[in-house]
């Protein structure tokens, strides 16, 4: 089973999205674990602080290194072969070729921070720094989520059909999905392409071959 721990002080963050549709049903298979470690409980401090003000002066705090660390030695001990990520916005970008990566391991960690970020030197502690674009979250949480998500998908026996996984967005590097149609035919005067009423399946795939290309042209 593919285990995945995640470093928070927000462990209720997750609640609500992994107890709907494809993660829920992915958890109750038992194809996935998901595990919540609070960082605060390594605070040894009698305040459980996890932040402090940065050397140097500056707004904010900063995550201390000392309760995090202690937080990912813990989860390296109930999975010494986790692959521990730490969310970050100065991070290598998560991409799907990252996510299909991330399933071949045997689980993996994430580490939300907060605040302005973390201690520095927590860096050496963990084997990877993803983001999840170019721009700033006020917490790792959703950022995790996604790339949990984005993981949890691609796990064999999860998607209905793995037919979709492979036909994603992506899947072909820097190709998006194409345009899809269902009923009716007609919707305020919008109609449905004719080829994908023709029934010939050489013509509507060369059809969805081009329209994916264009769109990555345009969009990307
Ligand atoms: N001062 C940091 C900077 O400018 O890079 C931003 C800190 S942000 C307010 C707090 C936390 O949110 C980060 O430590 C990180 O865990 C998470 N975060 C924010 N944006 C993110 C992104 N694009 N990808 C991954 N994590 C992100």
Redesign the pocket.
């Given at each position: 089973m593919f285990h995945a721990q995640i470093l928070t002080l927000f462990p209720e963050f997750f609640d609500s999205p992994l107890s709907c549709s494809i993660p829920k049903r992915a958890i109750a298979a038992g194809i996935v674990q998901v595990e919540t470690i609070q960082i605060r409980d390594f605070a040894t401090d009698k305040h459980h602080s996890v932040d402090d003000a940065p050397y140097g002066g500056g707004p904010?705090m900063l995550?201390k290194p000392e309760p995090v660390v202690a937080s990912i030695r813990a989860a390296r001990e109930q999975h010494p072969d986790t692959h521990v990520v730490?969310?970050?916005?100065?991070?290598s970008r998560?991409t799907q070729a990252k996510a299909l990566e991330f399933i071949e391991k045997p689980g993996v960690t994430l580490?939300?921070?907060?605040?302005?970020?973390?201690d520095e030197r927590i860096c050496n502690y963990v084997d990877e720094q993803?983001?999840?674009?170019?721009?700033?979250?006020?917490?790792?949480e959703?950022?995790a989520i996604c790339v949990l998500d984005a993981l949890i998908r691609l796990l064999p026996g999860v998607l209905g059909s793995p037919e979709s996984a492979v036909l994603d967005s992506f899947s072909e590097e820097g190709i998006l999905d194409w345009p899809h149609y269902t009923r009716p035919e007609n919707f305020e005067d919008k109609r449905v392409p004719a080829v994908l009423l023709s029934g010939n399946h050489a013509a509507i795939e060369s059809w969805r071959r081009a329209q994916a290309k264009a769109r990555s042209k345009n969009r990307r």
């Open positions: 904010g995550m730490m969310l970050t916005p100065s991070g998560f580490l939300c921070g907060r605040y302005e970020g973390f993803i983001s999840l674009g170019d721009y700033v979250l006020s917490g790792g959703p950022a």
